[in-house]
């Protein structure tokens, strides 16, 4: 799934929950076959007991988008050059796993344009990235709203749905707009700038964008937008569903000899887009915890993705990458481990489920026996 560009307001993500280097195309496809199938019950084949061989499991099907139109269906090449005042091209940027492995899993969509991109977030490009999130229940939406105006979004009624937006003049030249709206239980999450553009208020912005951002609202609006149901792994066991329950303070005190743990975020305006954190990982239900010791010179950052295997491969390449890289045979056969400057990161498959830990220590020489002591009771609430 190609990373959404991270938010111009938002600090860049701490670097030991690092991102995975490995794109993960989302598909605007029909929906895969999501029930493996297992091999025939004669555990005897071939033995004089029965003819033939027992047939390999298949391998278990991604999750695609649930989103029935694709990216340059939902907003046409020429409405987003008239809007923005130049041809924009579409860019496929690095995946993370942070918000890829989650927003594919959770069926959603993820649309960018830039001229360019690697100066995005520099304010320097003409650019789109639209995130499109289904089955946002009220509550969720509920829970973001008061984070989108803390972020500086406005209640609107010039874009439809219930919406929020916000728009920072360029000056001379140039806006910067972002719309967070919900139509039926669809989340749209997006954000576009014009170097061209020219606008004194954010409202002046606003009405100009919402000639690209209402029709797709509408889009999202008209019945099959979204197919159901919702992609499960039918290999995953029960998680935890609280960061005390994954792993509680006094076990994380305990193995790495620190006092005062406690939560340190999750800082929303961390997330690549707020959409991630109240809509796709409460979806799913992650579990996402940003811990600390009282003096904040050791960081800890587990994570348990529901159902999240069906990504090893794409775990395992990109940490297989990194340096210090190594298997860790007491925490399963897929488990990897490695240390870089930000810390030791352990990625691993408990129960059909996805599991990190990254630990960053004031004393980097213990890192590595810390974080394999807190994967292993992760692994303890997690039934293989």
Same mark, same amino acid.
């Given at each position: &799934?190609?990373?959404?560009?991270?938010?111009?307001?938002?600090?860049?993500?701490?670097?030991?929950?690092?991102?995975?280097?490995?794109?993960?195309?989302?598909?605007?496809?029909?929906?895969?076959?999501?029930?493996? $199938?297992?091999?025939?019950?004669?555990?005897?084949?071939?033995?004089?007991?029965?003819?033939?061989?027992?047939?390999?499991?298949?391998?278990?099907?991604?999750?695609?988008?649930?989103?029935?139109?694709?990216?340059?269906?939902?907003?046409?090449?020429?409405?987003?050059?008239?809007?923005?005042?130049?041809?924009?091209?579409?860019?496929?940027?690095?995946?993370?796993?942070?918000?890829?492995?989650?927003?594919?899993?959770?069926?959603?969509?993820?649309?960018?344009?830039?001229?360019?991109?690697?100066?995005?977030? &520099?304010?320097?490009?003409?650019?789109?990235?639209?995130?499109?999130?289904?089955?946002?229940?009220?509550?969720?939406?509920?829970?973001? $709203?008061?984070?989108?105006?803390?972020?500086?979004?406005?209640?609107?009624?010039?874009?439809?749905?219930?919406?929020?937006?916000?728009?920072?003049? *360029?000056?001379?030249?140039?806006?910067?707009?972002?719309?967070?709206?919900?139509?039926?239980?669809?989340?749209?999450? &997006?954000?576009?700038?014009?170097?061209?553009?020219?606008?004194?208020?954010?409202?002046?912005?606003?009405?100009?964008?919402?000639?690209?951002?209402?029709?797709?609202?509408?889009?999202? *609006?008209?019945?099959?937008?979204?197919?159901?149901?919702?992609?499960?792994?039918?290999?995953?066991?029960? $998680?935890?569903?609280?960061?005390?329950?994954?792993?509680?303070?006094?076990?994380?005190?305990?193995?790495?000899?620190?006092?005062?743990?406690?939560?340190?975020?999750?800082?929303?305006?961390?997330?690549?887009?707020?959409?991630?954190?109240?809509?796709?990982?409460?979806?799913?239900?992650?579990?996402?915890?940003?811990?600390?010791?009282?003096?904040?010179?050791?960081?800890?950052?587990? &994570?348990?993705?529901?159902?999240?295997?069906?990504?090893?491969?794409?775990?395992?390449?990109?940490?297989?990458?990194?340096?210090?890289?190594?298997?860790?045979?007491?925490? *399963?056969?897929?488990?990897?481990?490695?240390?870089?400057?930000?810390?030791? $990161?352990?990625?691993?498959?408990?129960?059909?489920?996805?599991?990190?830990?990254?630990?960053?220590?004031?004393?980097?020489?213990?890192?590595?026996?810390?974080?394999?002591?807190?994967?292993?009771?992760?692994?303890?609430?997690?039934?293989?």
């Amino acid at each position: &799934m190609t990373k959404p560009r991270q938010h111009p307001r938002i600090a860049t993500i701490i670097s030991a929950v690092a991102a995975l280097a490995t794109v993960l195309a989302l598909s605007a496809c029909a929906p895969a076959v999501h029930k493996a $199938t297992g091999g025939a019950p004669n555990a005897h084949a071939g033995s004089g007991h029965g003819s033939g061989s027992v047939p390999a499991p298949k391998p278990l099907a991604a999750p695609v988008t649930r989103v029935t139109k694709t990216c340059a269906e939902l907003v046409p090449a020429a409405a987003l050059t008239t809007s923005v005042g130049i041809a924009v091209p579409v860019v496929t940027p690095p995946a993370d796993l942070e918000s890829d492995v989650t927003f594919t899993e959770d069926g959603a969509l993820t649309c960018n344009w830039s001229d360019n991109y690697p100066n995005d977030r &520099m304010l320097s490009s003409n650019h789109l990235v639209v995130w499109v999130l289904p089955d946002v229940p009220t509550a969720s939406w509920n829970t973001a $709203t008061p984070t989108l105006v803390e972020s500086g979004e406005a209640k609107t009624s010039l874009v439809a749905g219930d919406a929020y937006g916000w728009c920072n003049p *360029g000056g001379s030249a140039g806006i910067t707009c972002e719309v967070d709206t919900r139509v039926g239980t669809t989340w749209l999450s &997006m954000e576009i700038e014009s170097l061209s553009k020219p606008f004194t208020t954010s409202d002046a912005g606003l009405t100009h964008f919402a000639a690209l951002i209402n029709p797709m609202v509408a889009a999202a *609006g008209n019945a099959g937008f979204v197919t159901e149901p919702r992609w499960k792994n039918p290999a995953a066991t029960v $998680t935890p569903t609280t960061c005390d329950a994954a792993l509680p303070d006094s076990e994380i005190e305990s193995a790495a000899g620190v006092t005062g743990v406690d939560s340190i975020g999750p800082d929303l305006f961390d997330q690549p887009s707020i959409a991630e954190f109240w809509g796709a990982e409460t979806n799913i239900g992650e579990v996402a915890c940003y811990l600390a010791s009282g003096d904040q010179a050791n960081a800890f950052f587990p &994570m348990i993705v529901p159902g999240g295997s069906w990504a090893w491969a794409l775990t395992q390449a990109a940490d297989s990458a990194q340096p210090g890289y190594t298997t860790v045979p007491s925490l *399963g056969t897929k488990a990897i481990e490695y240390t870089d400057e930000n810390g030791t $990161t352990l990625d691993w498959v408990r129960g059909g489920n996805l599991c990190r830990i990254s630990v960053t220590l004031a004393t980097p020489a213990k890192q590595a026996a810390v974080a394999l002591v807190l994967a292993t009771y992760m692994n303890t609430k997690i039934p293989g």
